[in-house]
């Protein structure tokens, strides 16, 4: 079990790594980072406990206290075991309801955030036509989450003469 066991902790460090580095745009301030978890359901007991659920957490090492990080990992075991297990059905179906409501909560944020995302590089397309975008400029329209405001954006980018022109009408 000890491949295993090596294997999820990486793969639980690599995911976790990735959805950082997702949630955190260049420039921005580490303190933006939200709580985040990874959770992962496992086909087998990752630990050979008979657990149904292992938490992991930080600890400073010399004192033996919880760092309080917000990167929290949870590794659970079967499915089917779960589903089996009479006490566990309840809480199983809790925890689907619960991340079936996150997924549909992502699906609408990620539709939300994308189409902010097309409205923005639409915006700099057109002016990029127009001239060279100052840095400046470009991080004004993509740190604009108003979809009204990327709306007005829009339409002032198709109208505007060259970027300075664009500018000063900001």
């Known amino acids: 079990m000890q491949i295993a066991t090596t294997s ?33 359901i496992c086909d087998y007991d990752p630990f050979g406990d008979g657990k149904y659920c292992y938490t ?5 090492k010399e004192n033996g206290t919880n760092y309080d990080d917000v990167y929290v990992r ?12 009479r006490e566990m059905e309840d809480k199983y179906m809790l925890f689907e ?19 902010r995302q ?7 397309l057109l002016l990029a036509q127009k001239g060279e975008i100052p840095v400046k400029l470009e991080d004004i329209i993509r740190a ?6 990327l709306k007005r954006y829009l339409l002032l980018a198709s109208q505007a ?10």
Do not use: C
């Open 161 to 170: 003469e060259s970027v300075s022109d664009f500018e000063s009408h900001l």
């Open 74 to 85: 949870k590794l659970q075991t079967t499915v089917a075991e779960v589903k089996n297990n």
């Open 56 to 60: 992991v957490q930080q600890m400073l």
């Open 144 to 149: 604009t989450e108003n979809t009204e405001q």
């Open 8 to 40: 999820i902790k990486k793969r639980t460090r690599y995911y976790h790594s990735q959805l950082d580095m997702d949630l955190l745009k260049t420039g921005h301030s580490y303190e933006e980072l939200p709580e985040t978890y990874v959770i992962f």
């Open 97 to 115: 309801d619960m991340l079936n409501a996150e997924r549909r909560e992502g699906h609408k944020e990620g539709l939300k955030e994308g189409s």
């Open 118 to 124: 097309a409205q923005q590089d639409s915006i700099l």
